[in-house]
């Protein structure tokens, strides 16, 4: 008998029950009902790579439906004391603990101690769990991205002040354009609303990071940038069904599946954690072997758009 750890699936979750027809939402867009159905019927596509529940961590995408019809996403200002990423516009979020039974608990049990969101899965439900994503420098954290809807209006934010400054809202599809959607305000004029640069990542290509003003710059809010960016750029394309209108990724882009495959071979961190749950790390796929396959968040996109130009 294997005296190996048994590993629990903490990609596992409860399968979404909303119904919109039947929802507390007063007034919905088509746009944004469309892009609701679409996030319910979303399934992350099968992960490869075995990585440590240690080094595991999720994020909260919280939307919910603005007085108009339009979705927004909860995002919060991290408090100017901490230690890391002090004032950064993040969402909320944070590590795997073991009294969670999955990474959307993970997400829900986090928003709940840093903004106060219920975890009531009735006020909240849960509409889709995507792909997890690398994090951290260098990447020593695997993150996945949990998206739910904010149905009970009646909600109040209870902020926890010392890791939360304060909490704002930013429209979703406004992450898949360049201009901004708000009016830009006179001391603002000469930045624009999206901007990237792009950074070698581990001699292996270049990863491009996507920041985009938030309106509040002049109260001293920063912009949404890198992780965060990228997060809500995938849900925003997989909801709306649509390509930014930018490009989202250099040509030779790793997907994140190939980075933490890399990692998971050299990152000393993650390896430990591997060794310590039972995991072989060099047994993890060549990155190389999958490049070639199916992707769902690296430069499927990119290549989709160029063979559109050429028809």
């Known amino acids: 008998m294997s005296s190996r750890p048994r590993r629990s699936n903490l990609l596992s979750f409860h399968r979404p029950t909303l119904h919109l027809e039947r929802a507390p939402i007063p007034v919905l867009k088509p746009e944004s009902k469309q892009c609701l159905q679409t996030l319910l019927h979303y399934r992350p596509p099968k992960q490869r790579v075995n990585y440590p529940k240690s080094r595991s961590a999720a994020v909260l995408v919280a939307l919910f439906v603005g007085r108009y019809g339009d979705l927004y996403v909860l995002l919060s200002r991290r408090a100017s004391t901490l230690r890391t990423y002090a004032g950064d516009t993040s969402l909320p979020g944070g590590k795997w603990e073991p009294r969670d039974r999955n990474l959307e608990q993970t997400a829900r049990r986090e928003a709940f101690e840093e903004i106060g969101l219920p975890i009531d899965n009735r006020k909240v439900p849960l509409l889709c ?3 997890p994503f690398i994090a ?3 990447g ?9 809807l904010v149905l009970d209006k009646t909600i109040k934010p209870i902020l926890n002040t010392p890791e939360v400054a304060s909490l704002f809202s930013h429209p979703l599809a406004a992450l898949l354009h360049s201009e901004p959607p708000f009016a830009t305000e006179q001391e603002m004029l000469e930045l624009k609303y999206h901007t990237h640069h792009d950074v070698d990542w581990r001699g292996r290509g270049k990863v491009r990071m996507h920041r985009f003003l ?4 002049a109260g001293g809010t920063k912009p949404i940038f890198g992780f965060t960016a990228g997060v809500l750029i995938r849900v925003a394309t997989i909801g709306y069904g649509r390509e930014p209108d930018f490009d989202v990724y250099t040509p030779d882009q790793p997907s994140q599946e190939e980075r933490i495959a890399f990692e998971l071979q050299v990152n000393p961190i993650l390896r430990e954690a591997c060794r310590t749950e039972g995991i072989d790390p060099d047994k993890a796929p060549e990155p190389s072997s999958l490049r070639t396959a199916r992707r769902s968040d690296g430069p499927r996109g990119h290549r989709r758009r160029a063979v559109r130009s050429k028809l």
């Open 136 to 138: 951290g420098s260098p």
């Open 140 to 148: 020593q954290l695997i993150v996945t991205p949990v998206v739910v």
């Open 214 to 217: 938030t309106g509040r710059e």
């Open 129 to 131: 769990i995507l792909e």
